[in-house]
């Protein structure tokens, strides 16, 4: 038995490659992919060669990239992180044959999972296993945005995921799969009021279609919209929080300008290109703003025992069960034959294709 694998071999290079499966050992199961979602975020950035990973090494002990890599860039041989699979057989007690689950494993048609070392997400059978792709990583990275949202005002008091939009004004910079379903996250937990910014008229017509409002940039400034709309006190107008999940830095500058005074920007964005676009001498400065980073590689300080990645998994999925034939209907775009992955990626990169989320089945 042989598994195919999705690898970058350098810049506008994507191949198929084939590899010798493994059987399970002990502590280990074995996983045959039903469905594989692809982020056109960070994985178009290794196809495009933009990713910081390729020109520098990550200092985990210091926090800073450094420069220059001990290692070859390329190839890149697991790209990916929205999987589901079938367990078809299994050498530890932990993971029963049959079962489904999401995981993080990258484009493969088969994968070799350690029951310590490799997350996987069993799912619930009440689930539709398409929209498993997003319960081990992409539904959490929205979900911790929500939760950094909660921190801003409760710190280490947050007990619902919904502490920090629930009866408040949220807007979301953005139109792809992360600013949607941090949209629809706000909504379900209660925001009173949430828009989704954009300029993109076929995505806002998906934010549109799971029924949230938009505004177009082009159109008018959205900061003068929201903030004649959303008045709190006299010379306090504008969004209690924003979600920046659009990785250009105009878009981050933007955001910055629908906030009220004194409030936060949540950044759920990648910016591969810098962001020199953005003017902290100006809203953010006379407004008294606040930025933070959302990235799925921690919680906000002081909540990670009550706040682990299980649990914002688990939110994952009580989204899904809510707004789950909406999400497939409109924000699944396409779904691809897995022969059909290097092409696909290689026009994506190229801006030759246009998608909102493809998922790849073998």
Known sequence: MRDRVVVVAGPGRVELVEQDAVAPRPGTFRV???????STGTELSYVKGTNPYLTGTWDADLGLFRPGRADPAYPVTRLGYMQVGRVVASATPAVAVGTVGALTCGHRTGYLADAVADRFVPLPADLDPLLGVYVAHLGPIC???????????YGVGVRTLGDGVRGRRVAVVGAGVVALLTALFARHHGATSVVVVDPTPGRRAVAEALGLQTLDPDAADPAVVLKSRWAHHPGDRGADVVFQCRGQDWALQLALRLLRPQGT???????????????????????????????????????????????????????LRAHGDLIRAHLVSAVVPFAQAPALLTDLAQRRRQELQVILTP
Do not use: K, M
């Open 143 to 153: 979900a911790n945005g929500l939760l950094h949202a909660a921190a801003d005002l």
């Open 32 to 38: 045959e992919t039903l469905y594989s979602g692809v």
């Open 265 to 319: 920007v949540v950044d759920l964005a990648f910016y591969q290109g810098g962001a020199e676009r953005v003017r902290l001498g100006e809203e953010f400065h006379h407004n008294g703003l606040s930025l933070r980073c959302a990235q799925i590689g921690r919680v906000p300080r002081g909540l990670a025992p009550t706040w682990d990645r299980d649990r914002l998994s688990a939110e994952t999925v009580d989204l």
